[in-house]
């Protein structure tokens, strides 16, 4: 039951330039979250962004939320070779009285080149 | 330092065994989950738990089975009954707040020979 889904699959570009994720879900939602995965490591959470709110900012990345579109970007500005990873969007389903259990997206590889 | 710790970090098993891997995590938090990662692909949920003696199955627990007897750990046991065990799987909590943000340990992946 995949929630969310990730455009583009890969995206190689070079060091200084901007990288841009997109995400789109089915469901109304409580919250999205992204996050970063370096190969073969765990997953960080990097920002959230609720469903009332519009934009968010936190250093270099900008996030994105469109709820009437069921869509959500994010933004990478003056991208770094550090930043090569995978990202994931991650939705909320609600369970119980206790807040919801997040369902991801495919991810998307990005490849800053130096 | 807080964290959560999943071992071992690769692990090889014949077909037909139990493998068993370990979680554990000394944030504090309520709510712990099991998922499966396969190549190109998102996270699937296996299993999770809000509280200590209790879990509750996610999309795929299929061959399966998780404990939940102390707050800090959380193993999951891949049976001999999961047709296609080969993955890395990823142990994760959260405290039971609206946000629902996970913090993940480091993975252990599983290759069946």
């Known amino acids: 039951s995949q929630q969310g889904e990730e455009d583009p699959q890969a995206l190689s570009i070079q060091e200084g330039e901007n990288a841009t994720m997109n995400c789109s879900y089915k469901?109304?939602?409580?919250?999205l979250q992204w996050y970063r995965q370096n190969s073969g490591r765990g997953l960080v959470h990097l920002i959230l962004i609720r469903s009332n709110e519009r934009e968010k900012h936190s250093g270099r990345l900008r996030v994105t939320l469109d709820t009437s579109k069921k869509s959500s970007s994010l933004l990478i500005t003056a991208s770094r070779a550090a930043d090569t990873a995978s990202y994931f969007c991650a939705t909320d389903l609600p369970f119980g009285n206790q807040g919801g259990k997040l369902i991801f997206g495919q991810g998307t590889e990005l490849s800053v080149k130096p | 330092d807080g964290g959560i710790t999943q071992s071992p970090k690769y692990l090889f098993r014949k077909e037909g065994q139990n493998v068993t891997l370990s979680c554990e995590q000394n944030?504090?938090?309520?709510?712990m989950y099991w998922y499966r990662q396969d190549p190109g692909q998102g996270l699937r949920l296996i299993y999770y738990s809000q509280i200590v003696n209790d879990f509750q199955k996610g999309d795929i627990a299929e061959g399966y089975s998780v404990s939940r007897e102390k707050k800090e750990s959380f193993p999951l046991t891949v049976t001999s009954a999961q047709k296609n065990p080969t993955a890395f799987y990823l142990c994760?909590?959260?405290?039971?707040?609206?946000?629902?943000?996970?913090?993940f340990g480091e993975g252990s992946r599983l290759t069946v020979l």
């Open positions: 994760a909590s959260s405290i039971e707040d609206d946000t629902g943000e996970l913090f």
């Open positions: 944030l504090n938090h309520d709510a």
């Open positions: 469901t109304s939602i409580n919250n």
